[in-house]
């Protein structure tokens, strides 16, 4: 649930000239669906536009997007939407966003606007886009904006110090400091420096990795890694990672070249995103080591690998697939499979049945548990003290997860000098102003999650999930009766239909008698009832006879119809 | 799903005299549902009778039993059941078996049948019982068993030692090697080293941690953490832990008493056990220190601790509730809560809910990632060498394990010189006979999960939990018409009722023509139509219009009514 809803609202005050206003709509309670709205002089620029993946709790949902009920009456102010990098939590809400209005500007780096073209392009949206990258400054309306490299787990990430009248803020977006990155792009602690002698009245920092302590490994440590098991492996390599991590793609690449094996890239998003990669350079494939997924068989076991997604436990992904043995992959012994991704809370299930599914089949599995073969995109502890103690802030408002998160980078702020009172632990919803060099929650608006559920967006209420979740526990009775008023005699029925419930249909014959009677005592009885109350009679016989006679609480859906 | 289930079922010989045969009917390839029948001369002895707990693609489920069916036609056969120690997954089962034959008798150490005849009293069973204790040897018809002292995070174990004509197996049951206990009872390797150079043929051992390197943390270790924590915080204490991990409860009333704090015990099972585990002498308790949790109001908050259940997540226990402001305990800024346990798989998101719930109300929250509050109950790699190398098996037979930790286990036997070919990777249902000191497996029976639900056992289906899955993602819609086959005339409906479909009613409004329309035509159609062929022209007609105009795959449950 999103923490915001747990907040009291609190109208903000009216904005006066010369504020700034910042109100993350998404990102700040969860990991996910980030999103902030800057507004000063009555002009909006955004930061991010991201979905959040539903949990266990959420079934059935397919995306959660931010609330854009605080902007959807102030499209035509804002001046534009940058984008930090080419993740789902930051690029996926786009579409959605744009559908309210074609024309918004969007901002970012040449990979980024590539990755969310291409999401567009399945929208049938062609968008306004500018191209930016580091050092580049450029005026949005009242929005001055300098863009900063960063590095993360997919390359071109950056980060923005936005100039204001009302003082300075820098976004990191999510980001890491790597300073052995793959394509030497380090996060650039120059710039952070230089912005930091200019003063940053407000610092947002992605949380992600501020509870663990210490430094994330370098990206370069996971080459050899792989290196050692590619000269190792008789047989065929499967490795499965995020779609979007291009530089662990290339440390798969590179391997497969040094042992003289062909890869194949499986799952659709992987060939896409590779084939945007390789295109614009982000990617550098030697030549006539890439072969199709329908000739892997073409070639002996082990001058093969698999690039996969799936790497989640994703149960239609190619991966849950080959560990079921319904894949046209048919792994075996001697086999090789590389999970080469973090592993993210709630898919532990998933993936150990692929894990313990693939060790069946014979294979061998390696996965970070057991060696190097994953590191974290996100600034841990000791990265994020560097940060505070270089651009010495004036304000801090973490950003970019959980609420133990967001505490987390709240007290690395305050032990690096950062006062008190100057450390904002907001909630999406939240209303910062900025004036003065003081930065200060003023309000709260209303922030709740939109689901997209098939083709309808934000009509899924936490009432259909509720009633989502009785179904899949309890699944459901439904006890259809015609009745004719007249004569109080039942038609027809009752007929009992029951899905997902424990017995079998049989046991309904005990109770049907019961219905009928109780029925047709109301219908005759001197009171005249509606259909809605002869629907509650029923209700009322079958729930408390299921409740007592089978201990349990399935959906109970009376029809009462009239002939 | 069961690992059995995707082996092919091959029918065993028939046992021929003087041969062992040794059939797991769970626990191999599920952390869960232990359970081991012995059989020799056509009399059976049984290890452990558990239950597993249901994953989040079982909905609805209350617990999964091992397959009865195998032995169900043998009940007179069995001599006994030998309960290695009283969790839920070695003891759940029990009441199940013994409704099948009521005087099968019960064998284990003091504790453990204290908690099973707790368990079975709720199910009105009173069971023949034999308390033993380390060092004791008794005689099951052609089963003599001597019974060995180990650790394990529940007082009380024990690993039991069967001598028959065909050979001796060693099973550990569930066990650590904690070399300073609490309770200064060692897993006894003294009796290991004996039975060792007597002669082990089949070594059982616990796989849980097997693919973890190194050694288990001593318990000693957690008391001054917690002594530590209990000096430094200044309002309420609140440990969350198992029920049944009575040394973890007796080093918090320990540090409470050290720090003048009271307790009072939270959650049903954590006062039922308690009571027990005072009374037979395993929980000492100092006088005056327990306090009822209704009166925790009248004493300060710096002088109470509350100890309790819900280390899990359980959305009904008590942490759950105080984390979302909903229990008579208001959690609040100051108070401290300490999740000492583990956090077993697929319980990450709702575990990480409740943390963020009080650090939101302002509680500090610590836990194993964060200090040493708990460490496993299980061996770890390091000491199961210690075990294979001073046993010396002639063959092992990995238990009590997902597929990646029998391997892992299979491959300490290996390393410590058990002949590849005499480790046995078994699955739930394996068919294990021991002859001439050799075990093979020789077959494979039938060995499903068995559900409870509710009232029901072995009732609900796969196809059953297929359809919960449905409805909990995507809901139903039922559509309910009243035809006159005479007139070929809808004379009521089509009424449509949805639940946890993602759109409002009106909706079906659209559709309601062309069902109307296809029906009639049936009707009238030349072709005499059966009820069924009916139903089915209406959810043709429903399911392709709700997957092309809403992008969604409800399940469809069409009922035609003749009147």
């Known amino acids: 649930m999103s923490e915001s809803t747990i907040t009291e609202l609190r109208t903000p005050p009216k904005l006066a000239d010369g504020t700034l206003r910042v109100v993350p709509l998404g990102g700040l309670g969860e990991i996910g669906r980030n999103m902030a709205v800057f507004e000063i002089n009555s002009k909006l620029l955004i930061v991010d536009c991201g979905v959040l993946f539903p949990e266990e709790h959420q079934p059935g949902v397919d995306l959660i997007l931010p609330d854009f009920s605080y902007i959807e009456d102030r499209l035509d102010d804002i001046v534009g939407v940058v984008l930090t990098h080419g993740h789902e939590d930051h690029i996926g809400a786009v579409p959605y966003l744009l559908r309210m209005r074609q024309d918004i500007p969007l901002i970012g780096s040449q990979l980024t606007l590539a990755l969310v073209e291409a999401k567009l392009t399945e929208h049938r949206i062609k968008p306004y886009a500018l191209t930016v990258s580091e050092g580049q400054i450029e005026q949005f309306g009242p929005f001055e904006c300098e863009f900063v490299a960063v590095n993360h787990s997919i390359p071109d990430a950056l980060a923005v110090f936005i100039r204001t009248a009302a003082g300075n803020v820098l976004h990191t977006g999510d980001f890491k400091m790597d300073q052995l990155p793959l394509d ?75 042992h003289g094996r062909h890869v194949a890239f499986v799952g659709r998003s992987m060939v896409r995103n590779m084939a945007i990669a390789e295109k614009l350079g982000y990617l550098n494939v030697p030549p006539g080591i890439i072969v199709d997924l329908k000739n892997v068989e073409d070639f002996p076991d082990d001058r093969i690998v698999l690039m996969s997604t799936g790497s989640q436990g994703e149960p239609m992904a190619a991966l849950s697939r080959m560990a079921n043995g319904d894949h046209r992959i048919q792994v075996g012994k001697g086999d090789t499979v590389i999970l080469a991704s973090s592993l993210i809370p709630g898919n532990e299930n998933a993936v150990f049945r692929i894990i313990n599914g693939l060790l069946k089949l014979g294979a061998e599995v390696i996965h970070k548990g057991t ?193």
Not at 223 to 235: M, N, S
Not at 530 to 546: D, F, M, S
């Open 184 to 258: 030497g792009r380090l996060t650039d602690l120059r710039a952070f420096a230089r912005l930091g002698e200019e003063g940053v009245d407000l610092f947002m920092s992605d949380s992600t990795n501020a509870d663990i302590p210490g430094f994330t490994t370098a990206e370069k440590e996971i080459g050899p890694v792989l290196e050692r098991l590619f000269g190792q492996v008789q047989k065929r390599i499967i490795v499965a990672s995020f779609s979007s991590h291009i530089h662990r793609v290339q440390q798969v690449l590179d391997a497969a070249a040094a």
């Open 371 to 563: 060696a190097k073969v994953h590191v974290s995109g996100h600034a841990a502890a000791g990265e994020l003290l560097y940060c505070y103690n270089i651009l010495k802030p004036k304000n801090a408002m973490p950003v970019h997860g959980e609420t133990r998160h967001l505490i987390a980078n709240g007290n690395l702020a305050r032990q690096t000098g950062v006062a008190d009172e100057n450390v904002l632990l907001a909630d999406d919803g939240s209303v910062v102003d900025l004036v003065d060099g003081k930065a200060r929650i003023v309000g709260q608006v209303e922030c709740g999650f939109v689901y997209v559920d098939g083709s309808s967006i934000g009509e899924i209420t936490d009432s259909d999930l509720k009633d989502r979740r009785i179904l899949g526990e309890e699944g459901f009775i439904s006890v259809i009766t015609v009745v004719n008023r007249s004569t109080g005699k039942i038609v027809s029925g009752p007929e009992i239909h029951a899905r997902g419930f424990a017995e079998d249909d049989a046991v309904f014959d005990n109770i049907k008698p019961q219905i009928t009677a109780a029925l047709e005592e109301a219908v005759v009885g001197t009171k005249e009832h509606t259909t809605y109350q002869l629907q509650q009679v029923v209700r009322r016989v079958v729930g408390t006879w299921v409740n007592k006679r089978h201990r349990r609480r399935p959906m109970i859906v009376p029809v009462v119809l009239e002939a």
